[in-house]
């Protein structure tokens, strides 16, 4: 386990920590005047590698001898954005040292400055991460909906029931890595969970994946929640001889190996190491987060609410079950052009014409 100290005074800045992997959505801007809730689990912190030294994101819970700087607290709307810097100084020496974010819209978390703190190792008794198995016995992993707090408790209407944001920037992530792994050619997903949320994208993006179900270049698409407007319909650089489905099925712990013919493999991540499964195939491994993984894996028949009245603690109510959001599965548009700018697939033509007209996708409810 690891603290973090004042690299001016050596003054330690948080409790014990333990390493464990960067969501997702840790820079993920959700809608608009809304609550999310915390980004790390209490006692673990993550390190982003976009940089370096890349900087560390960890529970503000866990945060000790800090202060606020007020004049660097301007310019946010219900909270604490960091867009002028770090907002939290050491305690003892006064050395700006993290940024406290909890603004709507944003996850909440105290990012530490690169070359402002260090880590201290203080004991390595949890150097060893839990076993695949271990994991799979620890939960049921993350519901693909759930309730979204607001900003207006006045109104009357204090929550909604909407798709998770940690599916939908999972999604984001994942969904580039399936484009990148198509190499221009249709993919098929399974149906059921990993249907709802990848099959309407792919048809979109890479055409003729599935024989009369999909939009032509250029056509309109209809979202749950309006009409849309044309998609682009420059695709002269996306490959079209020789068109073969390529075959995309879920592959880890608890699961049969893959298929021979499989091409690409979805994988879960290690919460705690950030390395992905590694499929016993030839499949391209794409990266889900263990928790969204485990539900697409072995889905639950339908979501329980928390139950209230007489019935014990722990138990979860069956009836009625959880409200369904009522618009089409969107993955988050923002993680999705972080992840594919990374990959050494974004400068293929095609892909690059995809990322460029993002916003048109958005529009018509791709994203």
């Known amino acids: ?60 819970g866990d945060v000790r001898g800090t202060r606020l700087i007020p004049e660097r607290a301007a310019g946010t709307c219900c909270g604490l954005d960091g867009t002028e810097g ?41 150097s060893l991460p839990f076993t695949w198995a271990e994991l799979l016995e620890e939960g049921e992993g993350a519901p693909p909906f759930e309730p979204i707090a607001t900003w207006a408790p006045g109104s009357g209407r204090d929550h909604f029931w909407s798709w998770s944001p940690r599916w939908e920037a999972a999604a984001g992530r994942a969904l580039a890595h399936l484009l990148a792994a198509s190499e221009g050619q249709p993919v098929s997903v399974p149906d059921g969970w990993c249907a709802q949320v990848f099959r309407r994208a792919l048809d979109a993006l890479l055409p003729e994946a599935r024989p009369g179900g999909l939009p032509e270049a250029g056509s309109h698409l209809l979202p749950a929640d309006g009409p849309g407007t044309p998609l682009p319909a420059d695709r002269a650089a996306l490959p079209s001889a020789g068109r073969v489905v390529r075959l995309a099925v879920l592959a880890g712990p608890g699961l049969p190996v893959p298929d021979a013919g499989a091409d690409i493999a979805l994988v879960p991540v290690h919460p705690q190491t950030g390395e992905a499964w590694t499929p016993d195939t030839a499949a391209v491994p794409v990266p889900l987060p263990f928790d969204v993984w485990r539900w697409l894996a072995f889905p639950r028949p339908h979501l329980a609410v928390p139950a209230s009245g007489g019935l014990p603690d722990g138990v979860l109510r069956d009836d009625p079950p959880a409200p369904h959001p009522r618009s089409l599965f969107r993955a988050d548009p923002g993680v999705f052009r972080h992840t594919l700018a990374r990959l050494p697939a974004a400068r293929r033509p095609w892909l690059r014409e995809i990322s460029e007209n993002l916003a048109q996708y958005v529009r018509v409810g791709l994203f």
């Open 1 to 60: 386990m690891f603290v973090f100290a004042c690299a001016g005074c050596g003054a330690e800045l948080t409790a014990r920590l333990s390493r464990a992997a960067l969501p997702p959505h840790a820079h993920q801007a959700y809608g608009n005047g809304l609550q999310l809730g915390v980004l790390m689990e209490a006692g673990t912190f993550a390190v982003d590698p976009d940089g370096a030294p890349g900087p560390v994101v960890l529970p503000p």
């Open 86 to 126: 770090p907002n939290m100084a050491c305690d003892t020496c006064g050395l700006p040292v993290a940024s406290r974010i909890d603004d709507c819209s944003l996850w909440q978390a105290v990012w530490l400055a690169p070359g402002a703190v260090r880590a201290v190792l203080v004991d390595d008794t949890d």
